[in-house]
């Protein structure tokens, strides 16, 4: 039942990308972006230890940069890169928070949940140890299968900063387990006292966190909207600000899009929405992966915009040439600030 319902939820998605890229999960290039290149023991251990690794990280820094050292010593000990561009999918492995500082890691891209991967193995471990656990079958058959998607996880998947996320629904399926286990413990009194111990410490990351604070200067309640776009991004801020008054002072409503793989468009359908009485359309043009065969639909194929913002970066030549061309259009760069630029139309004359 909780897997028709979880296709159901997620039907509109699979339906658009089977019509797209001929499967419903994902395209053959992104395959190769996420998946590991290389597929051996070792490789599946090092992958276990770094993404438990991602849930050791602490305020203290110290302690991080320990569990950092262990778990390099293990991968010398396996003779594997712990960096392997062939397993990582970006970046350097490291334990999250500073190896030398204190302080917590108050970002929602890549906390740790240290204390309930703590409560998980002892849970686990009390399933195993208690004759009572072992006889409930179902029980060692439902942790068995969450083990199963552990390892399958790790088997498959590159090792990322930002997995700490994708372990989310791994969490949750333990925590029936956790939940058996303190309601057989005879004195109510720990149970209590684990749960309250969990919403006290949660709280820093609940109501400081970097991107949404709570309280505080910057809390969400003493910063404006359009601050909080670009809590997590501030650098593009002033870029983005200065492009929608590029756009409001060329009372230009039909905007093309030329940005990169990583680059924000949110805040621009907002802000423009905003600042502008007339309906703006906004489209992305030249684009070059498979959904380009989209833009040839009538309904694409006729928008003209006016101006065009990019945000390409700075090896793409077509926008190093302060040109860039869309159906059989020019438009010249405008306006530029940080990786912003702003291209507008050359009427003809």
């Given amino acids: 039942m909780v897997g028709i319902i979880v296709i159901f939820i997620n039907l509109g998605h699979y339906i658009r990308n089977f019509d797209l890229y001929g499967t419903p999960i994902a395209t053959a290039s992104e395959e190769l972006r996420y998946t590991n290149e290389i597929f051996t023991t070792s490789v599946l251990v090092s992958n276990i230890l770094r993404n ?69 193995v002892f849970s686990v471990i009390a399933c195993f140890i208690q004759r009572q656990g072992r006889k409930k079958r179902y029980i060692i058959s439902y942790i068995a299968a969450i083990i199963s998607i552990v390892i399958l996880f790790c088997f498959l998947l590159k090792w990322q900063w930002w997995n700490s996320r994708l372990h989310l629904p791994i969490f949750l399926l333990f925590s029936a387990v956790v939940g058996i286990v303190l309601s057989q413990i005879k004195l109510r009194q720990v149970a209590n006292v684990i749960a309250v111990v969990l919403i006290i410490t949660s709280l820093p990351w609940a109501l400081s966190g970097r991107e949404r604070p709570v309280v505080g200067a910057n809390g969400i309640f003493n910063t404006s909207r359009t601050e909080q776009y670009f809590n997590s991004r501030s650098r593009i801020k002033s870029g983005y600000l200065g492009a929608i008054d590029v756009f409001k002072s060329s009372q230009c409503t039909d905007i093309g899009l030329y940005l990169g793989d990583n680059d924000w468009e949110y805040p621009l359908w907002i802000l423009l929405q905003e600042q502008t009485d007339s309906p703006v359309r906004i489209k992305h043009i030249n684009v070059k992966n498979i959904s380009a065969s989209k833009s040839e639909l009538s309904s694409n194929s006729q928008f003209i915009p006016c101006a065009i913002f990019s945000t390409k970066p700075e090896p793409d030549q077509t926008n190093q040439a302060e040109e860039i061309t869309y159906q059989n259009r020019s438009y010249t760069q405008a306006w530029s600030k940080d990786k912003v630029k702003i291209f507008l139309s050359q009427k003809k004359s």
């Avoid at 320990?66 to 561009?85: A, E, M, Q, R, W």
């Avoid at 740790?112 to 998980?120: A, D, E, W, Y």
């Fill in 52 to 120: 438990i690794g991602l849930h050791l990280g602490t305020p203290i820094g110290i302690i991080n940069a320990i569990s950092n050292k262990i778990i390099n010593l293990f991968h010398l000990v396996l003779s594997v890169d712990i960096s392997d561009p062939r397993t990582t999918y970006t970046g350097k492995f490291g334990i999250p928070g500073g190896l030398s500082t204190l302080g917590i890691n108050a970002t929602e891209n890549n906390t740790s949940n240290t204390l309930h991967l703590v409560l998980i």
